[in-house]
């Protein structure tokens, strides 16, 4: 056996997957105590940027977005003008037929998700996409629950069901990947910078102070 500078198979890529965001909506994050309300919508923002910018397919979906939860965060759909979210009565994203046909119409068999609450909102279609034979990843700092125990539970349940956990920003660094890859460079910088908190700052020290860049 001999090594090969090529990148693991688990690994995500922009192209090799879909995105799903669930349920970032103000009533179910009046409850969330897991993670605080100000670092979930700054990790959701991160992801929902990184995703647009790397051209990640995405579904942006809520739950009785008119009558009940209210529009889902500004911070996410701003990185999506113009995309339409699918509205839904189901709690479980994967029994929504509009949200079926849109992840059979994208065509990928790898899934990413993070949404509000874990142990309803990503439990629900995490456990039923698996099932069905498909791959699935979340972003364990992109979702939140009524308690730690419950959001820690949760994850638990479906790591052992299979799910690959994650977080926000090893997400966006996982798509870049390479800093040569000068296309994409200065668009993660510049939402770690944004969003990434102290490492984001760091990023500001370095270019400020001495012009530091990761791919020189």
């Given at each position: ?146 308690s730690d125990e419950a959001h820690e539970r949760a994850m638990d349940r479906m790591v ?10 090893q997400y966006m660094l996982e798509l870049q990947r390479d800093w040569a890859r000068t ?34």
């Amino acid at each position: 056996m001999s090594a090969t500078a090529t990148p693991g198979k688990l690994l995500v890529s922009p192209k090799d997957h879909t995105l799903i965001m669930i349920d970032f909506q103000s009533q179910m994050s009046f409850a969330t105590k897991s993670i605080d309300a100000v670092l979930l919508r700054n990790n959701a923002a991160l992801v929902a940027n990184a995703a647009a910018g790397f051209g990640v397919s995405t579904i942006l979906t809520t739950v009785a977005e008119k009558t009940f939860s209210g529009p889902m965060f500004s911070e996410i759909t701003d990185a999506f003008p113009g995309q339409k979210l699918l509205d839904r009565t189901s709690m479980n994203t994967w029994e929504d037929a509009a949200v079926i046909e849109e992840v059979n119409r994208i065509g990928k068999k790898r899934l990413v998700m993070c949404g509000l609450w874990t142990s309803v909102c990503i439990v629900g279609p995490t456990l039923s996409a698996l099932d069905q034979g498909f791959e699935v990843y979340v972003i364990a700092d992109s979702c939140g629950d009524v308690s730690d125990e419950a959001h820690e539970r949760a994850m638990d349940r479906m790591v052992q069901a299979g799910v690959r956990p994650m977080t926000s920003l090893q997400y966006m660094l996982e798509l870049q990947r390479d800093w040569a890859r000068t296309g994409t460079y200065d668009m993660t910088t510049g939402i770690a910078k944004k969003f990434g908190g102290s490492y984001g700052l760091g990023i500001i020290y370095a270019k400020s102070m001495f012009g530091a860049s990761e791919g020189h």
